[in-house]
């Protein structure tokens, strides 16, 4: 069994309230756990939840995506793994899941309202595999730089992988430093654009989680490289950029704009 978790946090700095924000009639929050559903349909083993954080997210979702069972965290957690592993020690406290049954627990970022279904489809089939073979790895996943992002901005996170497809660096600026002007390089992206979808073993669930956060991860204000501090592997499963979808979030104001747009593209 696979269990999945979208951690949902009502107030965000940068765009209050975003995840109740409207993108073409549907909230951002439900656009996801619809796109959600659609793509575990055919996985009858895989379980579906919503960690919130305050009431209003829940009766909102179980009046737009009432398939979905919502989880009440705490609003003090301050990342979405940290949610994610308090809605699942939720399930694990109350029997909903039995933990010898779960082969990993999957985070899938509340504010991508246009995920690609074939690559999550993909993505968890590559972590069924992984998860029979190790007991402490962590999987996520990557695409190559898509054509309408800037490679320069921030708010797009950047990871530079190993031969083996292990993550050796994840940063919010351009990686790595190249001698070359972006004119000389044609462009080029030496970093793969990486998608705010994780899937953890059990146990490494908890050793991140049960861990402090790093000055590392503080200062690029990315959670992942905590894992990187604390050893943990990261594989990246390399997905392809696609017009029809997109694993891009909503952060910055530009993005909810962005996103209008883009659900009334050829309508």
């Not at 044609?186 to 049960?210: C, I, K, M, P």
Request: proline share 5%; with cysteine; aromatic share 8%.
């Amino acid at each position: 069994m696979l269990v999945v978790i979208v951690p949902l946090r009502l107030e965000s700095s940068r765009i209050p309230r975003k995840i109740l924000a409207q993108i073409d009639g549907t909230t951002v929050a439900a656009r996801v756990l619809k796109r959600l559903e659609r793509c575990l349909s055919g996985f009858p083993d895989i379980r579906l939840f919503a960690a919130v954080d305050a009431p209003e997210v829940g009766s909102h979702l179980a009046t737009e995506v009432p398939g979905v069972q919502t989880i009440l965290t705490s609003p003090e957690l301050k990342s979405g793994t940290d949610r994610v592993y308090a809605a699942y020690g939720h399930l694990l406290a109350e029997g909903l899941v039995q933990a010898t049954e779960v082969e990993a627990v999957v985070n899938v970022q509340g504010d991508m309202p246009f995920l690609s279904e074939s690559a999550l489809v993909e993505f968890l089939r590559d972590v069924r595999e992984r998860a029979k073979s190790s007991t402490g790895c962590l999987v996520t996943i990557s695409e190559s730089w898509p054509k309408d992002q800037s490679y320069d901005d921030r708010a797009a996170v950047k990871v530079l992988c190993d031969q083996a497809r292990r993550a050796l660096y994840f940063s919010r600026h351009p990686i790595p430093y190249s001698r070359k002007s972006r004119e000389e390089a044609q462009g080029e992206a030496d970093a793969e654009f990486h998608v705010g979808v994780y899937a953890f073993t059990g146990e490494t669930l908890r050793q991140f989680a049960e861990s402090p956060a790093t000055r590392l991860e503080e200062t690029e204000g990315l959670e992942q490289l905590r894992a990187l501090w604390l050893g943990i592997p990261i594989y990246v499963l390399k997905t392809e950029y696609e017009s029809t979808s997109s694993f891009r979030g909503i952060d910055v104001p530009e993005d909810l704009a962005w996103a209008r747009a883009f659900a009334t593209k050829g309508k």
